[in-house]
């Protein structure tokens, strides 16, 4: 991120973000961190829990400080259900108290406090106690609602005693929001509800992909391609239409990969590769993965349908006439799934009994800086994301806009802020509706798919025009300044 545009702000010539979670599963406070550092000329300090390491970029600036609190441990499933309830309000106590000694005592009293919301609770109270006592601005980025999560975790049909945690919750986070000095969220509608019915005056930041999210060079993907052919070589199953041919020992060829081929000084696109897929995930019960799984069954019989291939026809054939350059009017797909979270062992369980012939799933964990060269790389981006109050958007689709890569996403309230249906992106509400897209988007592919073409013509037209640096410093810092200028007046 460049320093071009930086113009420092605040007294103190500092600010704090806060993040009661994994700072490297949290893009946006990172760019926020980098923005803070870059635009605005401040020495940053993060405080936040360690698990994913962040971008390089934020690890390798001079002016950011990171500080890891220790993570809360999971309870064991050995312990006794009577003590659950003690373990349940234990820990928010801890949290709070853990957080507050990193506010008020590890790091120096900063300017402002910026905070992702949720988690709420503990953490609106905490850095408003702090923010009181170091006599510093604090300011809320709303990225979703704590109580509609929470909601979401323990489940729509929960018990009286749930219910009520979960209003406690709403007034604790309504209460404390509005202690604010000031706020930012992600969606117009978000901003509407926050002014309506929590009284709350929020200044609208979208998510937008920083400067190392954009397409990838031939070059980069080659040696991307290089750098997993080992993870691609090892399918769920015995083998699949990707696996097949490939040697799974991970010495790859350095002049080959299954989409590029190295040849003197040149390096192309193979004709008859696969179609890349890309979804990442968090694997959380908001994001519901058998939709995607059937879309793929579908594709995968309705391509068989149209060829006239027989249920029982052995795939080896099929797969080896691909091996030896044949080209189908539909390509095979590869769905890479990305990400970590506590559903991936139920959804790879439901992928091994799947029976393809031309689809194939991979999951994996991807650095922060091999991620964006994946999404440039890929073909199609899909989104499951399905927002817990209805009013957030899905920054993985932000973070694909960025590489040059168009969209198909589940349809909610509010998701037309991001996708414009026919030039970014499509939306679909099952799995037969993507299933239809699939089949319509790569008819041809590679080079005579003109619809996902247009889209992705579409995505590059708009990712010119829309980056974080910009948005951030119509958006973010004058907002900054205005709330810390108000604080030491």
């Given at each position: ?95 709070f ?12 009293a900063?300017?402002?406090?910026l ?22 601005a ?30 406690n ?17 992600v ?44 993870s691609?070589?090892?399918p ?30 040149n ?42 291939e ?64 994946l ?115």
């Amino acid at each position: 991120m460049s320093d071009k545009n930086e113009t420092k702000i605040g007294r103190r010539g500092r600010a704090a973000v806060v993040v009661l979670g994994d700072i490297g599963r949290s893009p946006r406070m990172q760019y926020h961190a980098l923005s803070l550092a870059c635009q605005a000329g401040l020495e940053v300090d993060i405080v936040a829990y360690g698990g994913s390491e962040p971008h390089a970029a934020l690890l390798q600036h001079q002016s950011i400080h990171l500080h890891r609190m220790t993570q809360w441990p999971s309870v064991p499933q050995s312990l006794p259900k009577i003590l659950r309830p003690f373990m349940l309000v234990l820990k928010p106590l801890v949290q709070f108290l853990v957080l507050l000694y990193y506010l008020c005592f590890k790091i120096p009293a900063p300017d402002v406090f910026l905070v992702q919301n949720p988690p709420s609770v503990p953490t609106l109270v905490a850095v408003k106690w702090a923010s009181c006592l170091r006599h510093s601005a604090f300011v809320v980025d709303w990225h979703n609602f704590g109580y509609t999560l929470l909601s979401l975790t323990l489940g729509r049909g929960s018990s009286f005693v749930t219910i009520y945690r979960c209003q406690n919750i709403s007034r604790i986070e309504k209460h404390y929001g509005r202690m604010a000095s000031g706020a930012f969220c992600v969606t117009k509608a978000m901003q509407h509800e926050l002014d309506q019915n929590w009284g709350i005056k929020a200044t609208v930041l979208y998510d937008q992909p920083p400067e190392f999210f954009r397409p990838a060079s031939i070059e980069e993907k080659h040696e991307l391609f290089c750098r997993i052919s080992e993870s691609l070589s090892q399918p769920f199953g015995i083998q699949d239409c990707i696996s097949y041919g490939m040697s799974g020992t991970g010495e790859s060829d350095p002049n080959s990969t299954l989409f590029t081929i190295h040849t003197g000084t040149n390096i192309i696109m193979k004709q008859n590769r696969p179609a890349i897929i890309v979804s990442s995930t968090s694997w959380t019960p908001d994001e519901d993965f058998s939709i995607l799984l059937e879309a793929a069954l579908m594709y995968d019989r309705r391509v068989a349908g149209l060829l006239n291939e027989d249920d029982v026809s052995d795939e080896e054939i099929l797969w080896n006439e691909i091996c030896n350059g044949k080209q189908f009017l539909y390509p095979r797909l590869l769905f890479i799934i990305t990400g970590k979270g506590p559903e991936k062992d139920k959804y790879e369980q439901k992928i091994r009994k799947l029976k393809l012939k031309r689809v194939a799933f991979r999951t994996m964990w991807l650095t922060a800086e091999d991620y964006p060269l994946l999404l440039g790389s890929a073909d199609l981006g899909v989104c499951l994301h399905t927002s817990s109050s209805g009013l957030d958007l899905p920054m993985k689709v932000v973070d694909m806009f960025g590489c040059g890569l168009p969209v198909c996403a589940v349809s909610y309230s509010c998701i037309e802020e991001l996708v414009e249906i026919n030039r970014t992106g499509l939306l679909f509400s099952s799995s037969s509706e993507l299933a239809d897209q699939l089949m319509m988007l790569f008819k041809g592919f590679p080079h005579e798919c003109d619809a996902l073409s247009s889209l992705r013509e579409g995505v590059l037209a708009k990712a010119s025009s829309a980056k974080w640096v910009t948005g951030w410093d119509e958006n973010a810092k004058p907002l900054l300044s205005e709330v810390i200028s108000q604080n030491f007046s």
